[in-house]
């Protein structure tokens, strides 16, 4: 018990450095008052306590506070917002049903030929093994 609060200042600090560096990195520098990001970052690194606790107090962007009510929009994709339908499947797109059309005829007119050939090289060898003299 005795080393599991002996140890709980040193999670606690890592946590915070950890905490407050991701919050930094992922905030846009434009937000961000007092120094600048770069500054800020390094104040975290070298001083974790105190620069976590001054990204906290006078670091951090002032963001409105969200009163818990629901916005337009939030939590949709942009064209679930829109008026836009929504992208067609691939079995509604006529041109892809079409190039899968020629696709297939071409593939099909291959196949044909291969047996054709196949067909022509196995009734020569038929030939051969029938009339072994030429």
Same mark, same amino acid.
Do not use: N, S
């Given at each position: 018990m005795f080393l599991v609060l002996r140890g709980l200042p040193a $999670? !606690?600090?890592i946590g915070l450095l950890i905490f407050c560096l991701i919050e930094v990195i992922q905030t846009p520098a434009d937000e961000i008052r007092g120094l600048a990001k770069g500054w800020w970052i $390094? !104040?975290?690194v070298i001083l974790p306590v105190?620069?976590?606790i001054a990204w906290l107090v006078a670091g951090r962007p002032v963001r409105p506070r969200?009163?818990?009510g629901w916005r337009t929009g939030s939590g949709?994709?942009?064209y679930q917002r829109s008026n836009r339908r929504a992208p067609l499947g691939p079995d509604d797109d006529a041109d892809f049903l079409r190039e899968?059309?020629?696709v297939n005829s071409e593939q099909e007119e291959t196949l044909?030929?291969?047996e054709?050939?196949?067909k022509r090289r196995e009734a020569e060898q038929r030939r051969r093994e029938a009339d072994p003299e030429e």
């Open positions: $999670l !606690l600090e $390094l !104040l975290i105190v620069g976590g969200d009163p818990g949709f994709p942009e899968i059309r020629m044909k030929a291969w054709a050939d196949l």
